[in-house]
């Protein structure tokens, strides 16, 4: 196991940081902590895809990088929609 952490990158722990981001928003949805209508749901999403997307630049994945372009288009338009509903306001 030492071998596995001593054989990690700075790219990788911002990839791994990026994933836990992500999924910690996920679960604080989950579990009723945040609402996914609230502006920081698609923020921090789009934050945590970034990152992945980061570490994903220098060690290419297609099937990963297809799930988080998409989840970047998705929390992008999850914030225009947020700022368009708020204006309509």
Avoid: C, K
Wanted: charged share 10%; aromatic share 12%; net charge negative.
């Amino acid at each position: 196991m030492t071998a596995f952490f001593d054989s990690l990158t700075i790219v990788d722990a911002i990839g791994s940081f990026g994933a836990l981001i992500v999924v910690a928003a996920y679960f604080a949805t989950q579990m009723r902590m945040m609402n996914s209508d609230d502006l920081a749901f698609p923020v921090i999403n789009l934050l945590g895809s970034v990152l992945i997307v980061y570490s994903l630049l220098q060690n290419f994945n297609l099937a990963s990088m297809l799930i988080e372009g998409f989840w970047i288009l998705i929390s992008l338009i999850g914030i225009i929609q947020h700022f368009r509903l708020r204006s309509a306001r």
